[in-house]
């Protein structure tokens, strides 16, 4: 593998490294086993089959303990300066590299809140506890969850390359998708033309296996996240479809809405139209609105807003999350506050970071649902829509050979 391929991981470095020298902390230690940690797909690009541990330092001599058999894996990324390998045991190599350090400060890797943040397990914790001593270990220990957060949060821009051609084959499946559908097929069978389109184009699942279906959801079999039914179109259904996809490790997030004319119809009668045009509204609303330094909360309050307002019951999700190397990427949600604390929604959305927008009309018992979703870039001016927005309801023709 060449090193082109831990340019990410490079550009990720080179903030914490920043992180760490603005913040006078001494080193981020990432402590792994078997890949346990989820801070290492993104930090390292390599996975650890052994025990090791990673020290990201404010002066740039990153240094990497591990076994025999996993050191070529980390020296073939060029990101480290120092590769020590640990014969036997672990612990007391470990003891000898934080005894040499010193450290004044030291980032680990736990979180109450953010699952992507929390890699550190209680055994792991536990050692450093035996090794430093518990009393020390609190008085130098801080979370990288912020940290994090703004690693994963604010992409690069070779992440933003590669997210930005995760969302162009999304909507050019899309596109392969409407030319096929027609009166008399399963969710199933729409379902597998996403996955054919994944095939022939050398990508997968965003979610889930490499290619496990997308949601296809017929409104009148029930809206929900499920695996797509045998229950076949008919005239005048409305048909919701959420698919992503996964191009070298990142992950768009992209949903469209489709309406089966009946006979004699040209349009979707008014309620359905309706339903459309106030989920298109409510996504343009918080486009317009979003930018630097507002709250999470504060965005998801305008998109659901436009959609009581226009007479609908009020969004059971939030009205948008981050995308990234995951579909849903941590840091700031775009959603509601609760009675509850949430810490994901009281943060503020940032340059560079990417977001999937989705006000959505959830309706129960066959009323018109609709779900539209679409990929933004927060730049200094406010949003750029790196989906091809779907602007108007996609009407399928009547065909009484197919109904």
């Not at 506890?129 to 008085?139: N, R």
């Not at 184009?201 to 889930?208: A, E, L, P, S």
């Amino acid at each position: 593998m060449s090193n082109s391929e831990y340019q990410v991981a490079r550009e990720k470095i080179e903030t914490a490294t920043n992180y760490l020298q603005q913040n006078h902390v001494d080193a981020w230690l990432i402590l792994t086993r078997e890949g346990s940690d989820p801070a290492m797909p993104l930090m390292v690009g390599v996975r650890s089959v052994h025990e090791a541990a990673i020290f990201l330092r404010k002066d740039g001599d990153h240094t990497v303990l591990c076994s025999q058999s996993d050191r070529g894996n980390y020296q073939s990324t060029g990101l480290f300066q120092n590769v020590q390998v640990y014969e036997k045991d672990f612990e007391a190599n470990l003891s000898d590299v934080l005894a040499q350090m010193n450290p004044s400060r030291l980032m680990l890797n736990f979180s109450q809140t953010d699952h992507l943040s929390d890699g550190l397990s209680l055994g792991q914790y536990m050692m450093l506890q035996k090794i430093v001593g518990p009393e020390k270990l609190a008085s130098i220990e801080i979370s990288s969850e912020n940290l994090q957060k703004q690693l994963r949060g604010i992409k690069s821009p070779t992440e933003v390359e590669r997210l930005q051609k995760a969302i162009d084959i999304t909507i050019e499946i899309y596109d392969e998708v409407f030319s096929k559908l027609k009166c008399g097929l399963s969710e199933k069978e729409i379902s597998n033309f996403f996955i054919q389109g994944m095939k022939n184009r050398g990508v997968t699942n965003g979610i889930g296996s490499a290619y496990d279906p997308p949601i296809v959801c017929l409104v009148r079999a029930g809206l929900a996240h499920r695996q797509p039914g045998d229950a076949r179109v008919i005239p005048g259904d409305i048909l919701i479809m959420d698919f992503s996809v996964k191009y070298r490790d990142y992950v768009s997030d992209i949903a469209r809405t489709v309406y089966f004319l009946k006979e004699g119809e040209t349009q979707a009668p008014a309620d359905i139209q309706h339903a459309f045009e106030t989920a298109h509204r409510a996504i343009t609303t918080v486009i317009d609105y979003i930018g630097p330094g507002k709250k999470g909360w504060q965005v998801d309050q305008v998109g659901r807003q436009v959609i009581e307002n226009g007479g609908f019951p009020t969004v059971r999700h939030s009205v948008g999350h981050q995308i990234g190397r995951n579909c849903h990427d941590g840091g700031v949600t775009l959603g509601p506050r609760r009675a509850y604390p949430r810490p994901e929604v009281e943060g503020e959305v940032q340059v560079g970071e990417l977001y999937a927008i989705e006000p959505t009309v959830i309706q129960d018992n066959g009323l018109p649902c609709m779900l539209v979703e679409e990929n933004i870039l927060i730049t200094e001016s406010g949003a750029r829509i790196l989906s091809r927005r779907q602007n108007e309801l996609v009407l399928i023709p009547f065909n009484s050979e197919e109904s």
